[in-house]
């Protein structure tokens, strides 16, 4: 089936740091995905939404210039977390939609990403 | 704004038996899919079952089932024959028909399966 990789998995750095998060389509092109942020024992909230060769489409009150989206190709969409700081920390999950415009698509997600920034 | 309750922050059922996991939403749209994610401790996002609103018939996918009542905005989830590998966080979600297919959560519900 449709397999959606995130990498890396886990991240710890200092503050002041920026931070790259990958997401990948493995077998299918990925003409939207998603950004999500859950916070422990919380909900997946939506940060925003990637649509190959465009801007991204911030949600309100998510931080365009702190939040990169790039989603240069169709099988990946990168979120770079810049000057990131102890309340950054979070976990970040990626989920591409199948088949860019169909309807009853459903999201494929990425395992997500733990960042802890010290 | 469309908005999805989950009442339930935790829930405990015993192996092979049932147990009803509710959730609540509210829109004004009249095409939307609601779907029920599972997440275990690896949180991995998985998707246990969905539904499209315009269908009357209620979806079922093995053990799992919903209980879909579009003019009270209800969609439960009945496990069956609960099996350990069913503990984990569901999440009901509910996303508007169409090509954004925006995801809008719950809060989720922690089910717990005792052996």
């Known amino acids: 089936g449709a397999v959606v990789s995130q990498h890396p998995s886990r991240v710890i750095c200092k503050s002041g740091t920026s931070v790259k998060i990958e997401c990948r389509s493995l077998d299918f092109q990925a003409t939207t995905m998603f950004w999500y942020r859950q916070f422990p024992k919380q909900s997946l909230m939506l940060m925003a939404t990637s649509n190959e060769g465009s801007k991204a489409t911030y949600e309100q009150g998510v931080e365009k210039d702190k939040f990169l989206i790039n989603h240069a190709s169709l099988t990946l969409s990168t979120l770079t977390v810049t000057s990131a700081h102890p309340e950054d920390s979070s976990f970040y999950i990626c989920?591409?939609?199948?088949?860019?415009?169909?309807?009853?698509?459903?999201?494929?997600f990425g395992d997500g990403t733990r960042l802890s920034i010290l | 704004a469309q908005t999805v309750t989950q009442s339930q922050p935790e829930m405990s059922v015993q192996e092979a038996e049932t147990v009803t996991l509710s959730c609540t939403y509210d829109t004004s749209e009249s095409d939307y899919y609601l779907f029920w994610y599972k997440q275990p401790p690896s949180r991995q996002m998985i998707l246990v079952i969905r539904q499209e609103a315009y269908k009357q018939q209620n979806a079922t996918e093995n053990r799992f089932s919903v209980n879909f009542q579009k003019a009270a905005k209800s969609f439960s989830l009945k496990i069956s024959d609960s099996q350990l590998g069913d503990a984990a966080m569901y999440f009901c979600?509910?996303?508007?028909?169409?090509?954004?297919?925006?995801?809008?959560f719950g809060t989720g519900t922690l089910l717990a399966v005792q052996p």
């Open positions: 989920s591409a939609l199948f088949g860019g415009l169909k309807r009853d698509q459903p999201q494929h």
């Open positions: 979600a509910y996303a508007r028909g169409g090509a954004t297919n925006k995801l809008i």
